[in-house]
């Protein structure tokens, strides 16, 4: 079997040394769709280095995701990338992500899940630096064709929407060249660049990246939300339902939490394709 499930669990992490400056945070502002309006002071936060703060999304580029590869290419994991999904990822901010950086990452497998038609690898990336830990990035990957070799299934964590109308709905314009943009920080996959190769995945053209719909839901509940505060976002999970095409619109409907610590439920779906979804089981917990 191509993934040998107690080699891949017993073998020792990796780490690798990364930095980012301000430049690579403003490039990651840039391809989640920051700058509209220019000039509006909400804005600049994400592109003007002398006023930029950190959105926590950028744990998941930070050092072109290297926490990701470094799972996919751990001993006992031989799997065919085009059988790879991303399913959904998870990000725990520790403190806030400063402007310039230099961090360890260290990346293992937490676990594997047999889920039948296919396993679910859980990639765990832990960051800090010389002050301490940074953020914690889970991501989950389907691998389809490798399930069904008897292990446990895994957690079940639907966390649903509340039964009410939506405390605020925002709707976010996918520019055409926005994966574009967004591969520059570091997911080069043709899927979303190169009209033949998005074909043979079974596409009629390229597809935005999951992780850049995720940035864009997260930057539109910081900014409508919590107040356009970084620092309040404690962690932040979604489940990737479907995809979304350059030039389409998202809708991301926002409730308040009030009957836990608070935190935001959010779904988000495909404007142009009858509200198909895009993003669900997402929540941004708060401090």
């Known amino acids: ?7 891949a669990l017993s073998a020792e992490p990796r780490s690798a040394a990364i930095e980012w400056d301000h430049k690579d945070i403003q490039l990651y ?7 509209v309006p220019a000039a509006d002071p909400d804005e600049l936060r994400y592109t003007l280095e002398s006023r930029l703060h950190v959105l926590p999304g950028f744990a998941t580029v930070a050092g072109a995701g290297m926490g990701m590869m470094g799972g996919l290419s751990a001993p006992g994991v031989d799997v065919d990338l085009a059988a790879v999904l991303h399913g959904g990822q998870c990000v725990d901010v520790h403190r806030p992500i400063p402007v310039r950086g230099r961090a360890v990452t260290t990346s293992r497998i937490a676990a594997v899940y047999d889920k039948g038609k296919a396993a679910v690898l859980v990639l765990r990336s832990e960051t800090g630096d010389d002050d301490g ?12 064709g490798e399930g069904g070799f008897g292990g446990d299934r895994g957690p079940s964590r639907g966390a649903g929407v509340p039964g009410r109308a939506p405390d605020r709905t925002v709707e976010l314009p996918v520019r055409e060249d926005q994966a574009l943009l967004y591969r520059l920080s570091g997911d080069w996959n043709p899927l979303h660049a190169d009209p033949e190769f998005a074909k043979l995945a079974g596409f009629d053209r390229p597809i935005l990246h999951g992780l850049c719909t995720y940035g864009m839901a997260l930057k539109a509940v910081v900014d409508t939300a919590l107040g356009g505060d970084v620092t ?8 990737f339902a ?18 836990n610590d608070g935190g935001v439920h959010v779904a988000v779906t495909a404007v142009e394709r009858d509200d198909a979804p895009v993003l669900s089981d997402t929540v941004v917990e708060t401090v």
Do not use: K
């Open 232 to 239: 309040r976002v404690r962690s932040y999970r979604t489940r």
């Open 242 to 259: 479907g995809v979304v095409f350059p030039g389409e619109t998202l809708r991301v409907r926002m409730w308040d939490d009030n009957d």
């Open 29 to 35: 502002h840039l391809g989640i769709g920051a700058g």
């Open 133 to 144: 830990p940074l953020w914690t990035t889970d991501a989950e990957i389907f691998v389809r």
């Open 1 to 7: 079997m191509p993934i040998d499930v107690q080699q």
